[in-house]
């Protein structure tokens, strides 16, 4: 049987976020967000694990404007492809240019992902900062905005469950 994303029946040690601490977690990552002065005009969120984070900031910062990016690394629990990759739909660069950006997304392990979405976003004038539910020490870049910070695999409430269906 093929493993679901967050499958980690099998890890003693896990961090499991559930939705009540979600909602908690986002307010205080959007009060941080807020509190720093910086005021994004879009909000772009790292499909598909950014996607969820991401819609609760854009209400609680008032953000109207979002888009995703999809990015696959991860292919299994702990299980990466060699380099991030990014995937078709690619977004509208000439409405991002020089605007403040926000990049969502919910956790940053090796940070790999994360710097080649700020790497590409920056290239078109953008300044951009990033947010992130968790942090691991592993990461190479450090997130400008993070809830928490663990060394554990996390279940989130959107993929503790296996999916419907198998494509």
């Not at 392990?109 to 592993?138: E, I, M, Q, W």
């Amino acid at each position: 049987m093929t493993a679901y994303h967050a499958d980690a029946s099998d890890l003693e040690d896990k961090e499991i976020l559930t939705w009540e601490t979600f909602g908690d977690a986002t307010d205080e990552l959007a009060r941080h967000i807020h509190d720093s002065g910086f005021n994004p005009e879009i909000l772009i969120a790292v499909a598909r694990g950014g996607m969820i984070p991401g819609g609760a900031l854009t209400y609680s910062l008032g953000i109207k404007l979002t888009d995703a990016i999809n990015v696959e690394f991860y292919t299994d629990v702990q299980e990466t492809l060699p380099d991030p990759v990014l995937l078709a739909p690619m977004l509208d660069t000439e409405s991002i240019r020089n605007k403040r950006i926000l990049i969502v997304d919910d956790v940053v392990d090796s940070g790999r992902t994360l710097a080649l979405v700020l790497d590409l976003l920056r290239g078109f004038g953008a300044d951009v900062r990033s947010a992130v539910l968790y942090s691991k020490p592993t990461t190479m870049i450090d997130p400008d905005f993070v809830w928490k910070a663990t060394d554990k695999w996390i279940v989130f409430p959107w993929s503790a469950k296996p999916p419907l269906s198998q494509h």
